[in-house]
């Protein structure tokens, strides 16, 4: 039976339909023809433009990869920075209605303004590290009395410190641009103390990128403005400004041979034990300051003294 | 390396296909001869038979008159008008090849339409005739009835002319089937070379615009890496946030 099926197994197919069958075959042949001596070039040039897109693909990865990265940490390091500005405002209210509950006796908390003064100084660097390692904000008045120039590093410049200070929080406060407080200086004309502070100002301004100093100290002091102090404390205020002096010197600006860490230690302490809010005056130069600094902070925290930077809104502050 | 080995493929393959084309035809060849010579067999048979002038009797592939030996059976039957019965020996009848239909057999289809168009031609001259004589007789025409009918419409004898090759014998089978498989492989080469090439127009293109987007992207990056340089350390502006958010708690507490 399967030997009849088999013999019965036949094609069959028309003139037209072998005619095509033909042609096809010899069209397949044909493009087979044509093909196969350009076949290897035409690899080998794909394989080389394949190559390059997958390279050009792994950059575009890369590089997208790197941006979602830097997108993020931006977008972070925004939100921090909004963060910080936010919980600052918050601080500076918080404390404004302390230092008023302070002052009424409604409470009994303490406040340290630490403020350092003629900077920048490459000492500075040490009291911001020390500053950062004790979690404590303080206020630098700052000048440009030296030049561009740190005084006891001459290769680095002023301007490029300041946004330290910032950077961690603390305060810059207004030290006048030349510091001149003797014969025929600052203080000899009000026109000249303001132009002093303008440009002092101005240079933080330029220095930080967009950040004004407004509380103004005065060289030496408010009182070595004598019987201009009230025409300059006008003319502050009608341009914005608030000035500050101290309640308590720590006696580091003495002389190198009277100051040392004791000293200055027992000059904050003694005060701190009749004052609930002090202005303590500090300089940025003096190295005794630095030495007694650690013990200075230990102890006022002991002592329930919370640090804050000088803000503008504070009780302490002259408007 | 490539280059080789596509080389011996599409050399190979030429080569075996034309190979197997020569095959095929010489195996058609073949079957033609052969059917050739089953039909002047056959010729040969019809005329024994016909002409009645040659009858085997004998065993199966007894020699015939025409020195070619056939296969035969014994038919029995009665002479007519007699009671005799006689016994002779007929040619087994073998199917003739039909690969290819044969111009005689081509002509005896036309001579069959031929005859039956005749057969119809006659056939209506006969109606007409009819016709004529009825309106001679008066019984009216009927010729108009007849003639209002259209003629059948003649269809001509079509014969398709076909071609039939015998899958039964296992190499030619087998040769078709690797014939097929090689042209598949030959097309799908060429498909992937058509394939290839288009790729490789269109990847420059790509390629360029890929790199435009990485140029940008990596635009953005530096402004991004500036953006967050202009904003500091990462940890020192964390330390900063927490550092207030201590000294808020302080006041609060």
């Known amino acids: 039976m399967a030997e009849t099926e088999r013999t019965d197994r036949r094609i069959k197919i028309s003139k037209a339909g072998l005619i095509a069958a033909a042609l096809l075959a010899c069209a397949i042949l044909a493009a087979t023809v044509f093909t196969v001596p350009r076949f290897a070039g035409v690899f080998k040039e794909y394989r080389g433009l394949r190559q390059s897109y997958k390279t050009a693909q792994k950059e575009l990865t890369a590089a997208e990869k790197a941006n979602a990265g830097l997108s993020q940490k931006v977008k972070e390091m925004t939100k921090m920075k909004t963060d910080s500005e936010k919980l600052s405002k918050q601080v500076f209210e918080l404390a404004a209605k302390t230092e008023q509950d302070i002052v009424d006796g409604k409470s009994n908390k303490k406040i340290c303004y630490i403020t350092l003064d003629d900077g920048p100084y490459k000492r500075g660097q040490d009291f911001l590290e020390l500053f950062r390692k004790y979690d404590v904000k303080a206020t630098f008045f700052l000048t440009t009395a030296n030049g561009d120039l740190l005084p006891d590093q001459a290769d680095i410049s002023a301007s490029s410190v300041y946004p330290d200070y910032l950077r961690y929080g603390h305060t810059i406060g207004n ?10 200086g600052l203080y000899s004309d009000t026109g000249a103390f303001m132009k002093s502070v303008e440009d002092q100002t101005n240079f933080t301004e330029e220095a930080t990128g967009g950040y004004v100093p407004r509380i103004v100290r005065f060289p030496g002091g408010s009182g070595m403005a004598g019987s201009r102090l009230d025409e300059i404390e006008d003319s502050l205020r009608e341009r914005g400004y608030t000035w500050v002096d101290w309640t308590v010197d720590s006696g580091d600006s003495w002389g190198t041979d009277v100051a040392n860490a004791t000293l200055i230690k027992s000059n904050v302490l003694d005060a701190s034990k009749e004052q609930d809010i002090m202005v303590v005056l500090f300089h ?3 190295e005794p300051t630095l030495e007694a600094m650690p013990d200075i902070i230990d102890s006022l925290r002991g002592s329930g003294y919370i640090f804050l930077p000088l803000f503008p809104e504070s009780v302490m502050v002259s408007k | 390396m490539w280059y080789y080995i596509s080389s011996y493929v599409g050399i190979y393959c030429v080569c075996h296909s034309c190979l197997i084309v020569l095959g095929i035809i010489t195996v058609m060849d073949e079957n033609k001869e052969k059917t050739l010579q089953t039909e002047e067999q056959e010729n040969r048979r019809t005329f024994s038979r016909d002409t009645s002038r040659h009858t085997w009797i004998g065993d199966v592939d007894e020699m015939g008159p025409d020195e070619i030996s056939r296969t035969v059976k014994r038919m029995t039957q009665t002479i007519p008008g007699t009671e005799i019965r006689s016994t002779r020996m007929v040619e087994k009848q073998r199917k003739a090849y039909k690969g290819f239909i044969t111009d005689e057999e081509v002509k005896d289809a036309e001579d069959r339409a031929e005859a039956e168009r005749r057969a119809r031609a006659e056939e209506r001259n006969a109606r007409l005739d009819m016709a004529q004589t009825r309106i001679y ?5 009927g010729l108009e009835d007849e003639s209002a009918q259209p003629e059948e419409e003649r269809k001509p004898v079509r014969v398709r ?15 078709l089937i690797a014939l097929a498989v090689i042209f598949a492989l030959m097309l799908l080469f060429d498909i992937g ?3 290839l090439d288009r790729s490789a127009a269109g990847l420059p293109g790509r390629t360029e615009s890929v790199q435009k987007e990485t140029a940008e992207v990596l635009a953005e990056n530096e402004e991004l890496q500036q953006t967050a340089d202009n904003l500091g350390d990462y ?3 964390k330390e900063l946030r927490d550092s207030w958010q201590r000294l808020k708690e302080q006041i609060e507490e």
């Open chain 1, 175 to 184: 030290h006048t641009y030349s510091h001149d407080y003797g014969d025929g």
């Open chain 1, 284 to 286: 940025e130069w003096s």
């Open chain 2, 137 to 141: 007789s008066g019984l009216g025409s």
């Open chain 2, 161 to 175: 002319r076909t071609y039939s090759i015998n899958i039964s014998d296992g190499k030619i089978r087998k040769r």
């Open chain 2, 193 to 195: 070379y058509l394939f």
């Open chain 2, 235 to 237: 940890e020192q502006l």
